[in-house]
């Protein structure tokens, strides 16, 4: 078994459109705390890979993550890009979950979605490549300082993508005033923590009937459940997941998928 830092070999090919990666079973590919460099033998060029982490070197993750994901070039291009960002990468979501999105998204016949938190813009993409040519995905971040709308245009996506800039309570509530309520299928939040809770709610007023509220990093890394962990954004989430246990507006599935992810579908 090598560690998480050694560098080992990954092959790659072209499988229906998509670049389909295929891992050794002693590396452990989806972590945000690990970071992986792996070389092609194919052209011999580095790559750098970011997730979320569960338990490192599980050879069933590894043969899950073998056996299911799949990228374009853009969504690689795009992973490069945030993995490259100093002291930033591991904001960059889980690269299985946004997958599961995908699979939710054209399950439910989604048009209208909701991002709350674009960072470098990886699941936006991701999710506007799951809509139908008229679906609609707004996402909002604090500021576009590392998004990168050039390869939302490259992935031939960026009129899918309705970007907002601002707060983004402020911004949840002007959607609420422009769309009405109810008028949402799916929404995700992956935003500052501390607002959390504020989110939740007013993305249940913009989810229609059976529309579904994914909620990231509801783990948060395991500091969930350390009972000595009092920090602000710990408390937050700690109480953005009691409330949503409790809530009877929705029912919930809590996955240990990335940093933790719980969908809530509304009743």
């Known amino acids: 078994?090598?560690?998480?830092?050694?560098?080992?070999?990954?092959?790659?090919?072209?499988?229906?459109?998509?670049?389909?990666?295929?891992?050794?079973?002693?590396?452990?590919?989806?972590?945000?705390?690990?970071?992986?460099?792996?070389?092609?033998?194919?052209?011999?060029?580095?790559?750098?890979?970011?997730?979320?982490?569960?338990?490192?070197?599980?050879?069933?993750?590894?043969?899950?993550?073998?056996?299911?994901?799949?990228?374009?070039?853009?969504?690689?291009?795009?992973?490069?890009?945030?993995?490259?960002?100093?002291?930033?990468?591991?904001?960059?979501?889980?690269?299985?979950?946004?997958?599961?999105?995908?699979?939710l998204i054209r399950l439910m016949n989604c048009k209208r979605c909701i991002e709350i938190g674009t960072f470098t813009g990886y699941t936006s993409m991701t999710i506007a490549l799951a809509l139908p040519s008229d679906g609609q995905l707004i996402t909002c971040d604090i500021d576009d300082q590392y998004i990168r709308q050039d390869l939302w245009v490259k992935a031939g996506v960026r009129d899918k993508i309705n970007l907002r800039i601002g707060p983004a309570i402020e911004t949840l509530e002007k959607l609420i005033e422009e769309y009405g309520e109810g008028s949402f299928d799916f929404i995700f939040i992956d935003a500052d923590k501390i607002n959390y809770l504020e989110y939740y709610n007013l993305s249940m007023r913009l989810l229609r009937s059976n529309g579904l509220i994914a909620v990231d990093n509801t783990l948060w890394n395991g500091h969930v459940v350390d009972e000595t962990d009092t920090s602000a954004q710990t408390v937050a989430i700690r109480k953005t997941n009691d409330f949503i246990r409790d809530d009877q507006r929705v029912d919930i599935s809590f996955l240990r998928l990335g940093d933790g992810t719980t969908l809530c579908r509304k009743k």
């Open 1 to 103: 078994m090598i560690g998480a830092n050694q560098k080992r070999n990954i092959y790659s090919f072209h499988y229906g459109g998509l670049l389909r990666l295929s891992f050794p079973f002693d590396i452990f590919f989806l972590s945000s705390f690990y970071h992986h460099n792996v070389v092609s033998t194919q052209n011999n060029r580095s790559m750098a890979w970011t997730g979320k982490i569960q338990e490192l070197g599980d050879p069933i993750d590894q043969y899950i993550y073998e056996h299911s994901l799949h990228f374009t070039t853009e969504q690689l291009e795009l992973i490069e890009y945030s993995k490259s960002l100093p002291g930033l990468s591991r904001m960059l979501g889980s690269l299985d979950e946004a997958q599961f999105f995908q699979v």
